[in-house]
């Protein structure tokens, strides 16, 4: 019989995600009349930007002509996107980032995880707590990992707590690692990292010899200008940060799926003694391992840097914020704490009463047919929290609050 990759085996129950579609199946099952509104997984609802749907269907009519249809596309991306990237995101505020730094690709969570094919098994790493799980599942799955203890920590990653004492601010460890991943604006607490705690991580960075993964997909939820949106707004980070963006959350492409990966030219690692630059790595590992995203998609994505596409994407975003507000109002009013839902389409409860997270979860699926994230599920320092997202119809999110307001 084959082998498998029993690394798979020390991972905790299912992927959040899906444990929380089995209990929501197994609900509607004996709840047939339910009428559930689901504030859980960040899945945008609103409509794709109308100039990203007009530039797909004009890329779907190229395509349909001798002239126009194009094969394999660059497995980084096509250089008009990787240009249109680096001049609106980066150039424009400030940052230096080349067209050739940018690589396009088909997803942040699948680019955090590929991310460890080019970097060795020995590293020490450390995860926020809580943390998106995808960056400690996929360690787990690539053997970097012991077994995890009752809380469900693993052995050999470390956990840098974010909570309400420090101001769900990662503070800066005294301990060295070698990778580092940070999330801002931060799925799932909300918490935005300002200009000074960045800056503080770069030096950090730079000082240990360490790198960074910086995961900035919500960063158009920024709402305070002087939050930074990229990381390389500071200065040092090129030689220390890769960074994740996506055009999921602003544009609406969870579905249509198309994301980048900035690794700068200038980003260093090491193979025994020698010095190895991360972005032929990376190139090396793009141009064997993937086949580019569609040249449809790409089109669809260039045009959220068009006139019409910034104003359309802006209004997206300011929708799902007005949904936070809304969230984070009514449940301040109702005497939840809630944490979050200012710079960021997240707002992080405390649970009433001490509810463990999951308590909290079943409580509002059977008495509200509200469906949230657990905040356990999310890390040991969740436990006791809850996460509720901005992405869902005004009507939906009025609709959810009157119920949990009630209850
Ligand atoms: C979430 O709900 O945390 C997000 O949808 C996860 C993701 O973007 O993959």
Known sequence: MVQVNADYLKLKAGYLFPEISRRIKDFSANNLAADLIRLGIGDVTEPLPMACREAMKLAIDEMGTEQGFRGYGPEQGYQWLREAISENDYVSHGCEIAPEEIFVSDGSKCDSSNILDILGKENKIAVTDPVYPVYVDTNVMAGRTGEANSKGEYKGLSYIPINSENGFEAQIPKERFDLIYLCFPNNPTGAVATKEQLASWVEYAKEKNSLILFDAAYEAFIKDDSIPHSIYE????????????????????????????????????????????????????????FNGVSYIVQRGAEAAYSKEGKAQIKRLVNFYMDNAQIIKANLTSAGFEVFGAINAPYAWIKTPKNMSSWDFFDFLLEKANVVGTPGSGFGAAGEGYFRLSAFNSRENVEKAMERIVKL
């Open 234 to 289: 500071i200065k040092g980070a090129r030689d220390c940060a890769i960074e994740f963006r996506s055009f999921s959350k602003n544009a609406g492409f969870t579905g249509t799926r198309c994301a980048f990966t900035v690794i700068p030219k200038s980003l260093k690692g090491k193979a025994g003694k020698q010095e190895i630059d991360l972005w032929s790595l990376w190139n090396r590992r793009q141009s064997t391992k």
